[in-house]
């Protein structure tokens, strides 16, 4: 294989720091969002309120959109009543501790045969009776627990929130229409984090690796220079047009870099 088509071992150290720049002319690439996503209800249901509009910048859990919930809203208000509701289980406890009281008495009489045995037999069977009630209580109650967290699930379902932090890219419907299950609501693009790719000739095989530190010049009128860390080399290339894809992440935490811009890739990091 010709050295027009790959790089000789050891070239990796000899383009290092500075000499990595004069060796290695900068290709183009592109400058994306992070992450796009396309935002949907799982379930039906008519739209109440759209609270963002295509533009705005949210925070991750930020609720975008909700459906019309006022059933469900009620029946979580009445699920969680009854989970907090304590009257009953206090009953049955206070009535249980006194019929084991008697129960224990009855019992302590019948050994000194100063009542019938038949009569400390059905005081414990008060007794039993009780406790099974007490049992059945808090039963209920665990289970008007269970019914409130499920209430609160289909509630939730009812709210669209944002799964990652970003920028409205599109907002599909408005308020009073009838959403579908899996039709998309709202398009959301990460923007605090920048996904920059380029498709370097394959003679740069061995000039970068997963971790390199590169500049990135994105295109007027923006320009300047930034710092891009390789996290993906393909080892996979593209045969018809000699290129290999080239992936790397760049932090715009501050917002100030738009995506979708042209970029210059340089194979050294910045100045």
């Known amino acids: 294989m010709s050295s027009a088509h790959l790089l000789a071992p050891g070239l990796a150290v000899a383009l290092a720091g500075s000499a990595l720049a004069e ?10 969002p992070a992450e ?21 910048v949210v925070a991750a859990g930020d609720v975008l959109a909700e459906l019309e919930a006022s059933v469900e809203a009620v029946q979580l208000e009445l699920a969680q009543a009854r989970a907090e509701d304590t009257h009953r289980v206090e009953a ?10 008697q129960a224990e ?5 019948a050994r000194n045969r100063s009542v019938p045995e038949s009569q400390a037999r059905e005081a414990r069977m008060e007794a039993e009776v009780a406790r099974q009630d007490l049992a059945t209580a808090m ?7 269970i ?17 990652m932090p970003g920028i409205v890219t599109e907002r599909a419907l408005a308020v009073g229409e009838l959403h579908q299950a899996q039709r ?23 000039a970068v690796a997963p971790g390199d530190v590169l500049t990135v010049r994105p295109e007027a009128p923006v320009g300047g220079e930034y710092a891009a860390t390789v996290s993906v ?13 080239l992936e790397l992440t760049l932090d715009n935490a501050d917002l100030a870099l738009p995506a979708g811009l042209r970029c210059e890739l340089v194979f050294a990091p910045p100045a």
């Open 36 to 56: 796009t996503a396309e935002l949907s209800f799982a379930v039906e249901g008519l739209v109440s309120a759209v609270h963002v509009a295509r533009g705005d």
């Open 233 to 245: 080399v393909d080892r996979v290339f593209d045969a018809a047009t000699g290129t290999f894809g």
């Open 105 to 109: 008495r009855a019992e302590r009489l």
């Open 184 to 206: 998309p609501v709202l398009t959301l693009a990460r923007i605090d984090r920048l996904k920059v790719e380029a498709f370097p000739p394959i003679d740069y095989i061995g």
């Open 147 to 163: 019914e409130a967290r499920s209430a609160a699930a289909r509630l939730a379902q009812k709210r669209l929130r944002a799964p």
């Open 23 to 32: 060796e290695v002319a900068p290709v183009t690439c592109l400058i994306e």
């Open 139 to 145: 039963t209920d109650r665990d289970l008007a627990a």
């Open 92 to 101: 049955a406890r206070a009535r249980f501790a006194y019929l084991d009281d």
